[in-house]
């Protein structure tokens, strides 16, 4: 469960996109509803991964479906379609990778032939969203190659980014400082551009508590019980297995 906590680092990756910002602000109400939206897309891929394979196709359907009407043109003139391949395949290597960088800095590192497979796992979900298989990275390394290319060319945060990425930071009217431990995570698993295009400060004061969350994190995933640290979908599905 723990590895909901990098949904922050994911989400900013994606809009720092300027197609998914304007994507997201003129087709959503992220901004006035973002637990909401949250709670639905969590929700929709934990049912992907866990649930029973009718009520997965479903909710690709659904995905699919929503993604059809999402497309305009951006404040700067450039038009955007949420299903062109490049913009979908760059939304999946946001969640793919984020969540694996979160889970090796929990749990420890993954052979390579582990990491392998959990994009593998991950293909037959990129292509019901319409992602031809032949515009998927073979490997892993391949997919890391296309996430350092998107963001020295494409993934340039514009001011549509940098005005949902303050209500992705601070969805709640809260002290900066409740929003620390979160901030600091966040500023982690971001590339260094990013950090400073969203105004994450990386100094020494936040790698170091960067580093007691991780400590922190590691602890509670073995101290306690599963009901609190392994999403429901998941337990329904060990349950199932048993």
Excluded: N
């Excluded at 945060?157 to 400082?177: F, M, N, V």
């Amino acid at each position: 469960m723990f590895l909901l906590l990098g949904g922050t680092a994911a989400l900013l990756l994606q809009i720092a996109h300027p197609l998914v910002a304007a994507g997201v602000a003129q087709h959503s109400r992220f901004r006035e509803e973002p637990f909401a939206r949250l709670h639905r897309t969590l929700d929709t891929t934990l049912t992907v991964v866990f649930d029973e394979p009718d009520a997965a196709r479903k909710a690709l359907r659904r995905i699919d479906r929503r993604h059809l009407t999402v497309a305009g043109v951006t404040v700067h003139g450039r038009p955007y379609e949420a299903r062109e391949p490049r913009l979908l395949l760059w939304v999946q290597a946001t969640l793919v990778l984020t969540s694996l960088r979160l889970y090796e800095l929990v749990v420890g590192p993954l052979q390579t032939a582990d990491r392998e497979r959990y994009w593998a796992e991950s293909k037959p979900i990129a292509t019901a969203l319409g992602i031809p298989a032949t515009s998927l990275p073979a490997t892993l390394a391949e997919l890391e190659a296309f996430e350092r290319e998107m963001l020295a060319v494409e993934v340039v945060p514009d001011d549509t980014s940098r005005l949902l990425a303050r209500s992705i930071r601070r969805p709640l009217p809260l002290p900066g400082r409740v929003y620390a431990p979160i901030d600091a995570l966040t500023a982690g698993l971001l590339p260094p551009t990013l950090r400073r295009a969203f105004g994450l400060c990386w100094g020494t004061r936040h790698r170091l508590l960067f580093r007691a969350v991780v400590v922190t994190l590691r602890l509670a995933r073995r101290a306690l019980p599963e009901r609190l640290s392994v999403v429901p979908h998941a337990r329904w599905q060990e349950r199932r297995k048993a």
